[in-house]
């Protein structure tokens, strides 16, 4: 999995692509994010259309990142989602934990409400 950030309004955007398996892919996304919140950055959306495969592991990478993210009172939304990783939202029942949008703009937009 390759991981880009990139800033847009008052957004941050994390840019996954490739296959989400965990392991060290999983502790460079905690660090990404962490490094994130300690500059101030409060608004992160993840964006997931080019992820081709995510596994057991990946979920709970997404997972903990969002937990990361609620404890330093910041918001913490997914983009993107391909028909394969919804399916694995809706059969873990993680859609109900998770904001997730069509398109990473929407997802920006969501900030504002």
């Known amino acids: 999995m390759k991981l ?3 800033e847009k309004y008052e957004a941050v ?3 996954l692509t490739g296959s989400a398996l965990g392991g060290n ?3 460079e996304f905690s660090a990404t994010l962490r490094k994130l919140l300690a500059e101030g950055k409060k608004n992160i959306v ?3 259309g080019e992820v081709t495969f995510m596994n057991s592991s990946g979920l709970g990478m997404l997972i903990s990142g969002l937990t990361t ?3 330093e009172n ?5 983009a993107r989602v391909t028909e394969k ?4 939202l809706v059969i ?3 859609t109900t934990i998770f904001e997730y949008y069509d398109t990473v703009e929407n997802a920006i937009k969501s900030f504002s409400k």
Request: proline letters at 0%; a positive charge.
């Open 46 to 48: 993840v964006d997931l």
């Open 92 to 94: 873990t029942k993680l």
């Open 4 to 6: 880009k950030v990139v």
């Open 74 to 78: 910041a918001s913490f939304k997914l």
């Open 85 to 88: 990783i919804e399916s694995l």
């Open 25 to 27: 892919e999983a502790a």
């Open 69 to 71: 993210v609620k404890k």
């Open 13 to 15: 955007i994390i840019e």
